[in-house]
C-alpha cells in the first residue's frame, strides 16, 4: 500500500486530498485500487508517508509492529477501512469530487473483489485447521487475563505466545515438548494469534521453560486473584490433598525424585509428590511439587506456609484436609494459625466408636442426589451423627453405598490373600522354602501387602511339623463388618450440622477431580523432563491448562448446564478454517482464508460461553495469472 497525493481546484480554490491505494494483480495486469479516501493529512517527509502506509497495511493485516508505538492516526484509518460507513473527514469535497477525473476507474477497481468471474468446476479448499476447541481456549485465556499477567512479570510476546500454545496443547490434545510443534501447526493457532508457526521447533519450547520457571508463584497468585473477581469465588474453605506423577527414566540430575509410595501403581518409576489447594468451587489456589518420598502429613506446614505467600491465609478459613494428614501436630499446626479444620480420622479412632455406630438413634439422614450430568445415579443415603468432646465436633457418618464397597473390597482381598496364604503353604511342604527366617519374611510379606485383611488371621509355622497355618479370628472381622461403610469426621468447629460437615468433607471430591483431570486428560504423567525446573514448569502448564477447563465448566454451571470440558472439546472438533480457492477467467487465482459457518450445536456453545462466533475476518490474496508461454508469443 502506499497513499497517493490528490488536487483539484473548484471555484478558485485549491483542494487537497490524500488516498490509501493498493497495488493488486488482476487478469488484465497490474492495477490500482483506492482503499480509502484520508482528507487532509498534514504535510510531511516521503520516508512519513511510507511509514504510515506501511503500519495500515500490517494492522489490517492482523500483524503486530515490534518495534512502534502504537500509531493513532493509523488506527483511525484502519477503522475507516474496515467500517466505510463511518463519519468521513468534512474538511475537503465528497469522495467523488475528490478522485477527480480518476474517480470512475477507481470505483471499477474497488468493486473488482465484490465481482468475480469463477470456474465452479476448479473450486477447490486447503488447509483445513480444526478451531472450535482452541478459539474457546485462547478467549478465556484472555478473559482471565493471562496475557496482562504474563506481561506484567516480564515476559516478550514470543514467551507469551508460546506459553498460551503450550497450555492449549494440554488442554486440547496434550503432547511433548518434541511433538507440540506439529499439533500447533494441525490447529488454526497461527490464524487466532497472528503468528507465523510453520518454522517453531522443540527448542524453542524447552527454553520458553526456563523462561517460564521463575514466575509461577507470581502468576498462580495473580491469576486466583483475578478469578475471585471474575466468578465472585468464596475462599472461606479450601482443600487440600496429594497425588503423585511419575518419571520415565532415573531422572538422576532431579534431586525430587525419590523413591516412595506410587499412588500411580508404578513402583518401578521414581515419582514426584504434588500437592495441590483448590477452592470449594475446583478453582486451584496454590500447588508446588514435593519429593517423592515425602510422608502427606509432613507437608501440611510447608503447603501453608505457600498459601501465606501467594494468596494469604485468612482468619477463620476452614482447610479441609484427608485421614493421611489426622494427626494431633498437624491439627495443632492448624489451629495455632487461627484457621479451622475439618479431617476424615484414622480406622483406629473410628474403631473405638463402635455402639455408636451400631446404635441407630441420632442419626440424621442426608441424601446426595444423583450427579446432574448423570441423572440415572442411584441417591446415596447418608447418616450422620455428631457428638462433641474435648473441644471437637465428631460425625459419625453411614453410607449405604460406600458400604457395599468397602465389603467387596474386603471379599476381594481376603480371596488374594488366602490363595497366597495356601501357595506359600505349598512352598513350604515341597521343599522349596526350608529356613524359617525365610518363611517368617515371606508371611511378613504378605502382611503388607493385605493389610485391610491379615489382622483378622493369626499365621504361624511349625518348625516341626514344617506346616503353615492360618486361622481366622472372628471377632476381629465380625467387627470390621459392622464398621462397613462407616467414617468419623472431626472438625474444631461447632456451628456446623450434620449436613454440612458431611457436605463439607465431600468438597474434596473436587481436589480428587482436578488430579484426575491432571493426570489423564491433561497428561501431567509420566514427566519426560528429567531437569527439576522443566519438570515443576511441567506440572505448572497442567495447572494452567487445569485452569482453563474449570473456567469454562464453571461458566456453563453458573446457566445450569452441566458439560464437562471433554464434551465441549469433542463437540467443537468439527469446526474448522480453511481456504476456499476460487480460479477466476484470465488465470488468477483467488484465495479467500475463513472459518467455516458454526453449527447449531457450535453456536450454542459459543453462546453460552459468551465467544464470538465469527472467529475471523476473511483474508483474501491474489494469485496472478501465469506468464503466456512462448508458443503464444511467437
Known amino acids: 500500500m502506499y497513499i497517493r497525493t490528490t488536487t483539484r481546484t473548484y471555484k478558485g480554490k485549491t483542494y487537497t486530498n490524500h488516498l490509501l491505494v493498493e497495488s493488486r494483480h488482476t487478469p488484465q495486469g497490474p492495477r490500482q485500487k483506492v482503499v480509502c479516501s484520508l482528507g487532509d493529512l498534514k504535510p510531511r517527509p516521503k520516508e512519513a508517508w511510507l511509514k504510515l502506509a506501511r503500519e495500515v497495511e500490517a494492522k489490517l493485516s492482523g500483524q503486530e509492529l515490534l518495534f512502534d508505538e502504537p500509531n493513532a492516526e493509523a488506527e483511525g484509518i484502519v477503522r475507516q477501512v474496515q467500517d466505510p460507513k463511518s463519519k468521513k473527514d468534512k474538511s475537503v469535497p465528497t469522495e467523488k469530487a475528490a478522485r477527480g477525473t480518476r474517480g470512475k476507474e477507481a470505483h471499477r477497481q474497488e468493486r473488482s473483489d465484490e465481482w468475480v468471474a469463477v470456474h465452479t468446476d476448479e473450486v477447490t479448499t486447503e488447509r483445513h485447521r480444526e478451531v472450535g476447541s482452541v478459539h474457546v481456549g485462547v478467549r478465556f485465556w484472555k478473559r482471565l487475563g493471562l496475557e496482562e499477567i504474563l506481561s506484567e512479570v516480564g515476559l516478550s510476546a514470543r514467551a507469551r505466545a508460546l506459553t498460551c500454545v503450550m497450555t492449549l496443547n494440554r488442554l486440547v490434545r496434550p503432547a511433548s515438548e518434541l511433538a507440540m510443534p506439529d499439533w500447533i501447526r494441525s490447529t488454526a493457532l497461527d490464524d487466532l494469534l497472528g503468528i507465523d508457526f510453520e518454522l517453531l521447533a522443540e527448542d524453542s519450547l ?32 479450601f482443600l487440600y490433598d496429594l497425588t503423585s506423577s511419575y518419571f520415565e527414566g532415573e531422572a538422576t540430575a532431579n534431586p525430587k525424585a525419590k523413591r516412595g509410595y506410587s499412588r500411580d501403581k508404578r513402583p518401578d518409576c521414581k515419582p514426584v509428590i504434588v500437592g495441590l489447594v483448590v477452592n470449594r468451587d475446583g478453582f486451584p489456589m496454590a500447588h508446588e511439587g514435593l519429593e517423592g518420598n515425602v510422608q502427606d502429613r509432613k507437608t501440611l506446614g510447608k503447603m501453608l506456609d505457600w498459601m501465606k505467600q501467594r494468596v494469604g491465609l485468612q482468619e477463620g478459613e476452614t482447610v479441609v484436609v484427608d485421614r493421611g494428614m489426622a494427626y494431633d501436630d498437624n491439627l495443632k499446626e492448624i489451629t495455632d494459625r487461627k484457621l479451622h479444620y475439618l479431617v476424615a480420622s484414622r480406622q483406629s479412632e473410628r474403631d473405638a466408636w463402635l455402639a455408636d455406630f451400631e446404635d441407630a438413634e441420632g442419626f440424621e439422614e442426608v441424601i446426595r442426589e444423583p450427579s446432574p450430568r448423570n441423572p440415572l445415579q442411584k441417591k446415596s443415603h447418608i447418616q450422620v451423627k455428631r457428638r462433641r468432646r474435648e473441644g471437637q465436633t465428631l460425625a459419625l457418618c453411614l453410607s449405604s453405598e460406600r458400604k457395599e464397597k468397602d465389603r467387596a473390597i474386603r471379599e476381594k482381598q481376603e480371596g488374594r490373600f488366602l490363595a497366597d496364604v495356601a501357595a506359600l503353604d505349598k512352598r513350604v511342604q515341597s521343599g522349596a522354602l526350608v529356613q524359617p527366617v525365610k518363611i517368617g519374611e515371606a508371611v511378613g510379606r504378605l502382611k503388607e501387602r493385605y493389610p485391610r485383611v491379615a489382622r483378622y488371621y493369626a499365621l504361624e509355622y511349625d518348625s516341626e511339623t514344617k506346616r503353615l497355618t492360618w486361622n481366622l479370628e472372628g471377632n476381629k472381622r465380625s ?155 511467437a
Open 206 to 237: 524447552y527454553r520458553n521453560l526456563d523462561k517460564l520457571h521463575p514466575h509461577r508463584a507470581v502468576i498462580e497468585s495473580a491469576l486466583f486473584a483475578r478469578e475471585q473477581t471474575l466468578f465472585h469465588l468464596d475462599r472461606t474453605v
Open 479 to 633: 467387627i470390621a463388618e459392622k464398621l462397613d461403610g462407616s467414617y468419623l469426621l472431626k472438625s474444631d468447629r461447632d456451628d456446623l450440622t450434620a449436613d454440612e460437615t458431611w457436605r463439607f468433607y465431600m468438597l474434596l471430591t473436587r481436589a480428587e477431580n482436578a488430579f484426575r483431570s491432571m493426570k489423564s486428560p491433561l497428561s501431567m504423567r509420566p514427566i519426560h523432563h528429567h531437569l527439576q525446573e522443566r519438570v515443576e514448569t511441567h506440572i505448572f502448564l497442567c495447572i494452567l491448562a487445569y485452569h482453563l477447563q474449570v473456567a469454562v465448566e464453571k461458566t456453563l454451571l453458573d446457566q445450569g448446564v452441566h458439560t464437562s470440558w471433554a464434551t465441549v472439546r469433542e463437540t467443537l472438533r468439527t469446526h474448522q478454517i480453511c481456504t476456499v480457492v476460487l480460479p477466476a477467467d484470465g488465470g488468477a487465482v483467488l484465495r479467500i482464508r475463513r472459518a467455516s459457518t458454526p453449527e447449531p450445536q457450535h453456536a450454542e456453545l459459543y453462546k453460552l460461553l459468551r465467544i464470538p462466533t465469527e472467529i475471523m475476518t476473511p483474508k483474501k490474496t491474489w494469485s496472478p495469472a501465469p506468464p503466456p508461454s512462448d508458443a503464444k508469443n
